[in-house]
């Protein structure tokens, strides 16, 4: 395996690691905001607090007195 080989593969790993930790911290984040709609909170204050828009919240955590 040359140096080319070697930074490649090095970069895959981490990339990897990466992703794991971004699907985790995914998971935990769109895991609160059900927590926080069950609680009463709206998407547009969510939204605030994240960053993402007020749309994004509301598909990942939908009013759960409409869902009932």
């Known amino acids: 395996m040359d140096e080319l080989d070697a930074k490649i593969e090095t970069a895959a790993k981490k990339r990897s690691r990466a992703e794991k930790a971004f699907n985790a911290a995914d998971a935990e984040l769109r895991a609160l905001l059900v927590e926080g709609r069950a609680a009463g909170k709206g998407p547009s204050h969510m939204a605030k607090l994240t960053g ?4 994004w919240v509301a598909k990942i955590a939908p ?3 409409r869902a009932a």
């Open 63 to 65: 009013d759960p007195k």
């Open 52 to 55: 993402f828009t007020r749309e």
